[in-house]
């Protein structure tokens, strides 16, 4: 089993910027792909972006502006981080960390989500 722990959300002004963090922990060595998804009040769930254990990002096409994934692979350690600037009212939503098991290609861990309120 795999833990997954965000931080980093709150609340900010627009126009500025914000980085998110998850740590995982439990049985790391089985996650491959980490990402980010979220969900802003009254609409569904969506992927923002996800980063291989090779360190290899990949964005959904609203995020490719503002929004940069990163993650630390040391030993014994598996973050995964998200820095999103110029933040904008649109962007309020819960930011969720997901991790996927090798040769997985679905989500198989979520973490429990963080708030990001951005004001006007």
């Known amino acids: 089993q795999v833990q997954l722990v965000e931080s980093g959300g709150g609340l900010v002004q627009s126009g500025g910027r914000l980085r998110l963090s998850c740590a995982a922990s439990?049985?790391?060595?089985?996650?491959?792909?980490m990402g980010w998804y979220r969900q802003a009040p009254g609409k569904e769930r969506e992927l923002v972006a996800t980063i291989t254990s090779h360190l290899t990002p990949r964005y959904a096409d609203s995020f490719l502006d503002r929004f940069t994934i990163s993650r630390n692979n040391a030993k014994n350690k598996n973050t995964v981080y998200l820095a999103i600037e110029y933040l904008q009212p649109d962007d309020t939503a819960v930011y969720y960390c997901?991790?996927?098991?090798?040769?997985?290609?679905?989500?198989?861990?979520w973490g429990q989500g963080t708030q990001v309120t951005v004001s006007s």
């Open positions: 439990g049985n790391i060595d089985s996650i491959n792909v």
């Open positions: 997901a991790a996927h098991n090798v040769g997985s290609a679905g989500v198989n861990y």
